[in-house]
């Protein structure tokens, strides 16, 4: 990402919310003059104050001018249409007492409300009224003073604690994750901010690092507030500026609150101001006393407080003046006026008030020389004139009548007002928003656009790295680290309904009134959620169009010759990209020679024909470009297997399944170094030893528990089984991978880095508990795989939904956009529908099912590269995809490459058909059932093509648990044991009919949710499957009605084991059926997967 530069001056550290507007508080004891001065200083009269004790029990809101001499002066200028000043909003909070943080009087009413404002306006009263009532009989300010602040300071305790009490919560769950990491630092933070508050000291007043701040300002302190003290004067005392309160009050806030401001009012002669019809008597009134209102200091103190500035826009329509906080640059500033203008800004021509005034007009300051043209990273000063430059966005336009229904909605709890801030939030995130920052800052340096369209393609890409380097010299791709990204943040209500429930734990449980302060609240955390899962997309989708650019600039350029400084920005560029590697040459292979010992390579492999190592290419130097690298060094095709130590058993099995199967190819078994010499020696006996030792039934225990006749050998003649000895290599690659990234892909994520790290060039990438059921050489023959140079397979279609955020997070990282975009610039293909409306786009959880992936790298390297990123990105893949298994197609789409294969039928519940006595759905034969945990893939002809989980009837083998479950229930328990440990039997196939989509694809994809709410909604209305009756004990079978979902769960196999249908009830609901597809397998079939299955069983014979 760009990195920050550096300012000379430092950015001061902000306690409070950080936000543009400015919202206060008037607070203070019951019956000191706040609600009078409320109302006038917004002029809104609320009724005659009362003169007792909380007259005031609901916050009042209003908005008050923020006086501005410049705005004035700017409209005298324009003369325009509009008028558009800056606000100040305040809120009159019912009265204090003490006792408050304990609920006394109306405290927790006051506490509560006050946490929703950014400052403090502390008004304390310093005269004597008979007819006005002290809450404590009589007027003592500085022990009012006292009051307030050990009522904050106690409240804050409790505060403090409750977050504490949470974050231990965490804690203890132990574990080295993000979430405990964090609770761990911030446990000390909060416990040395309780002993503070104890000690009497108030949180604004202490040193606080930026880091600390960031928590300190979750956690709404009262004490940390900036505070303005109004010292509320009689108005004899205000026009002669004595009261005997004066100094003993300075002397108790130099000592209790250092820094903080002082401000003499008379309330009295402020209503009496408010009151008078024309500014003309105002001012004569205050001439005639010598004094001035106390008002507009108050106002222009406070925005000074917060560290709030002014800029203006201005024009004939309107001069508007619009408040911004100190530090902001030009795109963040222009996000103020409208939030597309944030990301699609170029650059802004600032004009200085002074500047204006003093040449008179716009023209002759552009004449002056004084009109100046800043980019993204002027920091904006009070009073600057912008006019902003930006790309035109998608939503470029004034607010309307619905987004003004928006804001009335945001205040509001019902399920409408919730869907309608939900709908605006898809807007608001929805993809086709996001517009490269790059791209528009590069095309704003370009003289001629359509020129340089017409330039080839080289000159184009050399000419926006050479932009890109010069703008980023220190860009280098991390690993995200401070990511918000919230996939439930479309869904305001349940967003809501947690902070309510949060807020209520820490009110001792006590249940919360749900008023417009808690909504606001709530509400401004929600928001800061939705702009923080934006900057993550947007982030990620800038990461993805940079490396769509370097893939389209340097990889497969048809052979075309760069010059020096295009070889010079390829190499520059991987080495940013791609920081998590260390170089090829680090990567160890170690292959089996004729004498079936193991020895390393000099070089990389090259196969021949017969799936032989003929020679080796010798290794480059460590500098070395190393995407030039792999691709050069990339041959033949081959069989890749990711594995560690724990696979070591599940590999045997599949060399003897491979074996058995005549394979050829040769295999690459790529680890992080993590695989012992003991397994890798099983794993080469497995794979070279002569069949008569390889089957020997003394090697196994299985033999003689389980298949005490068995004679493999034999059995392996009638299906032609001639056992070759296996190519096995083994590929290292720990040392490649720099050693901050290594915990980033392990597990699941070490696939990606295998398909980057193995030599061939067309592969097999399987898993090791995978088992092929064709030729491995046929694999590349299929017709899909032919066209494509690619084919996936699909997973279950089972009827688990995934979230808006998480496909439109997708299809931000894909290429979208045909028009001004860099992916026009370069001629990179947009995504179609093939992508945006597969499976997993339209709302389900899966799509791909990873266990064998099928590939020609050198024609889809670009979409490999896109897939360690997807990777690195953390929260946002995790928490959408299971493993790693989308990330295949993902990659490829991204990088602009549809010319993939999905595999007809999705994944098929592979077994035996269940009898009408065990089938959990008996009313109608025709519909057919096949009950088990493995998937498998059986291709457009018929033909099964593998199966993964290995061969045993369940993975963890819990014969006595699931006896107790119907419908082995049903059977012997001895039967049951005998099944557990015996290989599945294959005979029949079930592929259940592909769901509808769940969100519509269309020109506003996926935004509206009205089809994908309905269509939720109608499954309340059908009948329940078995997997969805509360007490299957009682009802194990359902025989008046024919199942209602393609697949059902049940609780065998540790939750693994599927019953799949071939027909369901339509999802129409018009009584008819939706259909799938039914196999049965021919005989010879049947017993060859018999034959593997058991030799797959025993393949625990101890060959060392």
Not at 320 to 346: C, M, N, S, V
Not at 980 to 997: E, N
Not at 1043 to 1054: A, D, F, L, T
């Amino acid at each position: 990402m760009p990195p920050k530069k550096k300012v000379v001056d430092e950015k001061p550290i902000l306690l409070g919310r950080p936000g543009n507007n400015l919202k206060s508080g008037i607070v203070g004891l019951a019956n000191v003059g706040k609600s009078t001065f409320f109302q006038a200083i917004t002029r809104c009269p609320l009724g005659n104050p009362a003169n007792y004790p909380f007259a005031t029990i609901d916050p009042e809101e209003a908005r008050v001018i923020v006086p501005s001499a410049r705005f004035e002066k700017l409209c005298e200028m324009y003369k325009p249409k509009s008028e558009v000043p800056a606000f100040l909003t305040l809120y009159d909070i019912a009265g204090l007492t003490k006792g408050a943080h304990k609920g006394e009087g109306l405290g927790n009413n006051f506490l509560a409300n006050i946490r929703a404002v950014d400052s403090i306006f502390q008004v304390v009263r310093c005269f004597e009224d008979s007819d006005i009532i002290h809450i404590n009989d009589e007027v003592n300010p500085v022990a009012d003073l006292e009051i307030i602040k050990d009522e904050l300071r106690l409240k804050d305790i409790e505060f403090a604690q409750k977050h504490l009490e949470g974050l231990e919560k965490i804690t203890k769950r132990g574990g080295q994750s993000l979430e405990v990491k964090k609770a761990k630092e911030e446990v000390l933070l909060v416990q040395r901010i309780i002993d503070m508050l104890e000690e009497g000291k108030r949180i604004a007043n202490q040193t606080w690092t930026m880091k600390e701040v960031e928590t300190i300002n979750t956690m709404l302190l009262l004490t940390a507030k900036p505070c303005i003290y109004l010292l509320n004067l009689s108005e004899k005392d205000y026009i002669r500026k004595k009261n005997k309160w004066l100094g003993k009050i300075k002397e108790w806030v130099d000592a209790n609150s250092p820094g903080d401001v002082i401000i003499p009012i008379s309330v009295c002669l402020e209503e009496k101001l408010s009151h008078m019809e024309t500014d003309d008597e105002r001012e004569a009134y205050c001439k005639e006393i010598g004094v001035q209102s106390a008002l507009p200091k108050i106002i222009t103190t406070m925005r000074a407080k917060l560290d709030l500035i002014s800029f203006f826009t201005s024009g004939a329509d309107e001069v508007r003046e619009w408040t911004i906080r100190k530090w902001y640059t030009a795109p963040q500033a222009a996000g103020t006026i409208h939030t597309d203008l944030e990301r699609t800004f170029i650059l802004a021509e600032v004009m200085k008030f002074d500047d204006l005034v003093e040449y008179g007009d716009e023209k002759s300051v552009k004449a002056a020389g004084k009109m100046m043209q800043k980019g993204k990273d002027y920091y904006v000063e009070d009073g600057d004139i912008l006019y902003v430059r930006a790309a035109e966005g998608p939503d470029m336009k004034e607010p309307s009548i619905e987004s003004m229904d928006d804001r009335i909605a945001e205040s509001k709890f019902d399920p409408a007002s919730f869907k309608r801030i939900d709908l605006r939030t898809r807007r608001k995130l929805h993809y086709s928003n996001y517009v490269s920052d790059y791209y528009l800052g590069f095309k704003s340096t370009v003289r001629d656009m359509e020129e340089l369209r017409k330039k080839p393609l080289d000159e184009k890409c050399q000419e926006f790295f050479e932009d890109f380097d010069k703008k980023y010299p220190q860009f280098e791709y991390t690993i995200p680290r401070d990511w918000m990204f919230d996939k439930g943040v479309s869904k305001k209500k349940t967003f809501f309904d947690i902070e309510y429930n949060r807020m209520r734990l820490e009110n001792d449980g006590i249940e919360l009134e749900r008023t417009t302060e808690l909504n606001h609240l709530i509400r401004e955390k929600y928001d800061k959620r939705v702009e923080d899962t934006y900057q993550a997309t947007k982030e990620m989708a800038e990461m993805s169009t940079l490396m769509r650019a370097y893939g389209k600039c340097f990889i497969n350029t048809n052979g075309k010759l760069m010059n020096d400084k295009q070889k010079s920005l390829y190499d520059h560029m991987t080495l940013k990209l791609f920081p998590y590697f260390n170089g090829l040459d680090l990567v160890s292979y170690e292959t089996i020679d004729n004498s079936s010992q193991l020895i390393p390579l000099d070089g990389y492999p090259v196969y021949g024909g017969a799936g032989e190592i003929i020679t080796t290419i010798p290794k480059g130097k460590n500098n070395e470009n190393i995407m030039e690298t792999i691709l050069n060094n990339t041959n033949g095709k081959g069989i890749a297997i990711v594995a560690s130590n724990r696979h070591g058993r599940d590999i045997i099995k599949l060399l003897r399944v491979l074996r058995a199967m005549n394979n050829t190819l040769p295999i690459e078994i790529i680890y992080n170094n993590d695989i012992t010499q003991r397994v890798k020696n099983n794993i080469i006996a497995s794979a070279t030893v002569g069949p008569n030792l390889l089957l020997d039934p003394n090697k196994s225990g299985s033999y003689i528990s389980v298949y005490p006749d068995l004679d493999l050998l034999k059995a392996s003649k009638e299906f032609g089984s001639q056992f070759p000895i296996q190519k096995v290599t083994f590929v290292g690659y720990r040392e490649a991978i720099r050693h901050s990234y290594r915990a980033k892909f392990k597990g699941y994520y070490s696939k990606i880095i295998g398909l980057l790290f193995t030599t061939f060039k067309e592969v097999v990438l399987i898993d090791a508990d995978t088992i092929p059921f064709v030729d491995m050489k046929d694999l590349f023959e299929l017709e899909d795989y032919k066209q494509t140079g690619s084919l996936f397979f699909r997973d279950r279609a089972l009827r688990d939904t995934n979230d808006f955020i998480e496909t439109n997070f997708f299809a931000s990282l894909f290429p979208t956009k045909d028009q001004d975009s860099l992916e026009q610039l370069l001629e990179i293909p947009t995504v179609t529908n093939k992508t945006l409306a597969n499976t997993y786009m339209t709302g389900y959880r899966h799509q791909q099912e990873a266990g064998m992936v099928i590939m020609d790298r050198v024609k889809h390297f670009k979409g490999i590269l896109m897939m360690p990123t997807i990777a690195l990105t953390g929260e946002a893949i995790r928490l959408s995809i299971w493993g790693e298994k989308e990330i295949y197609w993902l990659g490829l789409s991204m990088a602009g490459d549809e010319a993939y294969a999905f595999n007809k039928y999705a994944a098929a519940s592979i077994g035996s058909l269940s009898s009408n006595d065990h089938t959990y759905y008996p009313k109608d034969p025709q519909i057919h059932e096949v009950c088990l945990s493995h998937p498998g893939h059986i291709y457009k002809d018929g033909r099964l093509l593998w199966i993964n989980s290995g061969f045993s009837y369940c993975k963890k083998n819990g014969s006595l648990r699931d006896s107790k479950i119907f419908p082995l229930n049903t059977i012997d328990p001895a039967t049951v044991v005998n099944l557990y440990s015996s290989p599945v039997k294959i005979s029949h196939g079930v592929v259940p009919p592909d769901l509808p989509p769940l969100r519509l694809s269309d020109g506003q994809h996926h935004i509206d949710y009205n089809h994908e709410e309905t269509f939720i909604q109608s499954w309340t209305h059908r009948a329940k499957d078995i997997d969805e009756v509360d007490d299957t004990d009682k009802t194990p079978r359902i025989s008046d009605w024919i199942p209602q979902k393609g697949w059902i769960k049940s609780p065998m196999c540790s939750g693994y084991y599927y019953c799949a249908y071939d027909q369901i009830a339509s999802y129409s609901n018009d009584n008819t059926r939706d259909q799938g597809a039914y196999f049965e397998f021919p005989q010879e079939k049947v017993d060859l997967y018999d034959f593997l299955g058991k030799l797959w069983m025993t393949g625990d014979a101890r060959l060392t």
